[in-house]
């Protein structure tokens, strides 16, 4: 993992990396499928293409439904790079937080990546929602994500490698 230091001022990033048994197309294929997302993601439950003519495409935007013990929200994205086999990434809100996956042949199979950036536009949004809360709120977003990506990137690995396998089963 390769997470910046949350103290310092500025932009939150973090990214986690996770070796999969499976082609990139593959995984590309999985990720890109933003309805698939509540196989994985710990907050994010599920989600939709508010346009399904446009799904997966740069400019697409979809809604996705949150859900945590505290509270549920809907946030609205847009695809921001869509290359099969090698990148898929999105950001919230028009430009308050960037989301994706990159992928790279490794071997046998695919190092996949999973980032996350609060950019600079929803810093500054949180500071006017939230006003003297806002530290605490960001760092709350923050600490969601660096615990977050682990998980989703074990699940998608899980579901990835279980599904090759029942395939190659079935091929036998």
Known sequence: ????????????RHEASIGVIAPAETLYDMVSDITRTGEWSPVCASCWWDDATEAGRVGAWFTGRN????RTWET???????KHGREFAWTVGGNFVRWGFTLAPAGTG?????SWEFLPDGIA???????DQAPFQISDRTQQALHGIPSTLAAIKRIAE???EVGDEAGS
Do not use: N, Q, W
């Open 110 to 114: 695919t190092t996949l990546t999973e």
């Open 125 to 131: 949004m949180f500071e006017e929602k939230f006003g």
């Open 67 to 70: 859900v945590l013990p505290s």
């Open 76 to 82: 609205r994205s847009m695809v921001v790079a869509a």
């Open 1 to 12: 993992m390769t997470p910046t230091d949350m103290s310092a001022p500025g932009p939150r």
């Open 162 to 164: 279980s599904s090759i």
